[in-house]
């Protein structure tokens, strides 16, 4: 069984801080990455995505990507309030094709 | 965001009790995906479906079944509930598999199994 590992949290980082969430994944051959988040009680929704090596940038978030060390990162900066969530990563499993998801961390923007 | 809907959004029912849940796209996308979230466990794979009546196991199976007879909907049935069925179930659609495509999530149903 291939596995995604995310450190679960809560994180606490100040207002206006760049929070820095980090994941690792067993599956070498996996190609596609995404970042998903979670308010409570909410379903999760789609960040980024990220397929190549490097950082990718879309507004106040970065995912960066090793795939040599297999690790992929999601970076906030400015962090808001409205941040305060739980953060998913999802690695699709070369074989098969299907997405095998983390079990989150939790971030919690300090006012 | 994308069209998915979940019908019921909560459940409460009783050990040995059928459930069917329903999910409904009116986006066209080819494969469609049962998910249940527990504390601890994350999103884990119930089952998937590829096309209409092609559908596939996912990594915790065991005691669902789905049914899909029409690209727009994908039907996740307990045959007989049980209280370790209780959680949160997503419905999740992409347009099609693969290391490209993105998932896209229905807003849940919390089932109770009392």
């Known amino acids: 069984q291939k596995e995604v590992e995310q450190n679960s949290g809560p994180l606490s980082v100040p207002e206006g801080a760049i929070a820095s969430l980090n994941c690792t994944y067993s599956d070498r051959g996996s190609q596609s990455f995404f970042w998903y988040r979670q308010y409570s009680g909410k379903s999760p929704e789609l960040i980024m995505f990220?397929?190549?090596?490097g950082d990718k940038e879309d507004g106040r978030f970065t995912a960066q990507l090793n795939k040599a060390s297999q690790y992929v990162s999601l970076l906030i900066r400015d962090s808001q309030p409205s941040d305060s969530a739980t953060y998913l990563c999802a690695v699709n499993e070369a074989r098969d094709d299907k997405i095998i998801f983390g079990k989150g961390t939790r971030l919690h923007i300090l006012p | 965001d994308a069209g998915i809907t979940q019908s019921p959004r909560h459940k409460v029912t009783e050990t040995g009790t059928p459930v069917t849940l329903r999910c409904h796209q009116t986006e066209n996308h080819r494969y469609m995906y049962w998910y249940r979230q527990d504390p601890g466990h994350g999103l884990r794979l119930i089952h998937y479906s590829y096309g209409v009546k092609d559908t596939d196991k996912g990594e915790v199976s065991d005691g669902y079944s789905v049914s899909r007879s029409k690209t727009e909907d994908f039907l996740l049935t307990l045959e007989s509930a049980t209280s370790s069925q209780t959680s949160v179930y997503f419905c999740?659609?992409?347009?099609?598999?693969?290391?490209?495509?993105?998932?896209?999530f229905g807003p849940g149903t919390r089932l109770t199994v009392l």
């Open positions: 999740a659609i992409s347009e099609s598999s693969g290391t490209a495509d993105t998932q896209y």
């Open positions: 990220i397929y190549s090596n």
